[in-house]
């Protein structure tokens, strides 16, 4: 497949390049980015042709999908377009600010038989797969609460790009960007998200917070905590799940205990092999379980759990999702 990039706006777009170079048979031939002389640079550097203008990259037949990485804030109306295009379409998370623009998105797709991938990439680690199918094997019993804990040190690190603190551009901070692995795994794990409540703070002056939790109800009574920042360091992702039969911590490896063990923690043997990333199986065109996916239905969820939860930050209330 020949793949345009479409703009190096984020952080990831750089090593969606690389893997698709290295890891398949496709093939970069062409690159869009708002900001000239960066896709410009990036072209030079990957041996693909720069597109000035959006619309003309769009009207090459050889060009036959997209990966999107550009600001959160134009992901409905790039999409949109190439979905018209009749190309393929990866996006990075989230997939639009609102539930009316991913709805709008879902209309553009079914109207054009068309599909769409997320960048949903925890899904498809071992750990987190490991955990999905002790939660459906009911080896932990019904689940009671559960905890995602992912941060890293960007702001006080200062390696995140300044405009990763824009409002316009991102919508939010912290929660948005790196909060929406713990958003979609909640939901991965706990089912349909019911109400949600939100505490932002921020540590570094940015206008957009730096440092967030948002405790969520789910539908069956489970509760869900989704932690994040920019401001945190030597903090290795943690999962924690408690059920009415067991617990379950991933924290550099996984340990759980249940009713089987008597209680005694133990670290599993073996864990699932991991999957390929939602990258490869949107370039090979394939889905490799029916438990993990990461098309539109997935998309809208997280999209209406970011609105409830940054709703709830500036109300100051809980919210429905």
């Given at each position: 497949m020949?793949?345009?990039?479409?703009?190096y706006w984020?952080?990831?777009?750089?090593?969606?390049?690389?893997?698709?170079l290295e890891?398949?048979?496709?093939?970069?031939?062409?690159i869009?980015?708002?900001?000239?002389?960066?896709?410009?640079?990036?072209?030079?550097?990957?041996?693909?042709?720069?597109?000035e203008?959006y619309?003309e990259?769009?009207?090459?037949?050889?060009?036959?999908?997209?990966?999107?990485?550009?600001?959160?804030?134009?992901?409905?109306?790039?999409?949109?377009?190439?979905?018209?295009?009749?190309?393929?379409?990866?996006?990075?998370?989230?997939?639009?600010?609102?539930?009316?623009?991913?709805?709008?998105?879902?209309?553009?797709?079914?109207?054009?038989n068309?599909?769409?991938?997320?960048?949903l990439?925890?899904?498809?680690d071992?750990?987190?797969?490991?955990?999905?199918?002790?939660?459906?094997?009911?080896a932990?019993?019904?689940?009671?609460?559960?905890?995602?804990r992912?941060?890293?040190?960007?702001?006080?690190?200062?390696?995140l790009?300044?405009?990763?603190?824009?409002?316009?551009?991102?919508?939010?901070?912290?929660?948005i960007?790196?909060g929406?692995?713990?958003?979609?795994?909640?939901?991965w794990?706990?089912?349909?998200?019911?109400?949600?409540?939100?505490?932002?703070?921020n540590?570094?002056?940015?206008?957009?917070?730096?440092?967030?939790?948002?405790?969520?109800?789910?539908e069956?009574?489970?509760?869900?905590?989704?932690?994040?920042?920019?401001?945190?360091?030597?903090?290795?992702?943690?999962?924690?799940?408690s059920?009415t039969?067991?617990?379950?911590?991933?924290?550099?490896?996984?340990?759980?205990?249940?009713?089987?063990?008597?209680?005694?923690?133990?670290t599993?043997?073996?864990?699932?092999?991991?999957?390929?990333?939602?990258?490869?199986?949107?370039?090979?065109g394939?889905?490799?379980?029916?438990?993990?996916?990461?098309?539109?239905?997935?998309?809208?969820?997280?999209?209406?759990?970011?609105?409830?939860?940054?709703?709830?930050?500036?109300?100051?209330?809980?919210?429905?999702?």
């Open positions: 020949n793949v345009a990039i479409i703009s984020h952080v990831h777009a750089e090593g969606y390049t690389k893997e698709i890891k398949t048979d496709s093939k970069v031939t062409a869009w980015d708002e900001d000239a002389e960066r896709g410009l640079r990036y072209a030079k550097q990957f041996g693909a042709t720069f597109y203008d619309d990259l769009l009207s090459d037949k050889s060009i036959e999908g997209i990966v999107l990485n550009s600001a959160t804030s134009e992901h409905t109306r790039l999409i949109l377009k190439a979905i018209e295009a009749g190309k393929k379409v990866f996006s990075e998370k989230v997939l639009a600010l609102t539930n009316a623009e991913c709805l709008e998105i879902k209309e553009a797709l079914e109207r054009n068309a599909e769409l991938t997320l960048s990439v925890k899904k498809c071992p750990e987190f797969l490991f955990a999905k199918q002790m939660v459906q094997s009911g932990l019993g019904r689940i009671t609460y559960a905890r995602m992912n941060v890293h040190n960007g702001s006080i690190g200062n390696w790009p300044a405009h990763f603190y824009s409002l316009e551009q991102c919508g939010g901070g912290a929660m960007d790196l929406a692995h713990p958003m979609y795994l909640l939901n794990l706990l089912g349909e998200p019911k109400m949600v409540q939100s505490v932002f703070t540590i570094t002056g940015h206008e957009v917070e730096d440092n967030a939790v948002s405790v969520i109800e789910f069956q009574g489970a509760i869900g905590v989704s932690e994040t920042g920019f401001v945190s360091v030597y903090t290795p992702a943690t999962l924690e799940i059920g039969k067991g617990t379950l911590y991933i924290r550099n490896g996984v340990s759980y205990a249940n009713e089987e063990t008597k209680g005694q923690w133990v599993p043997e073996i864990l699932p092999q991991a999957l390929p990333s939602p990258l490869i199986q949107w370039i090979n394939n889905n490799t379980s029916e438990d993990v996916t990461f098309g539109i239905e997935e998309a809208i969820v997280l999209t209406r759990m970011m609105e409830a939860a940054y709703k709830s930050y500036h109300n100051g209330t809980r919210e429905r999702v």
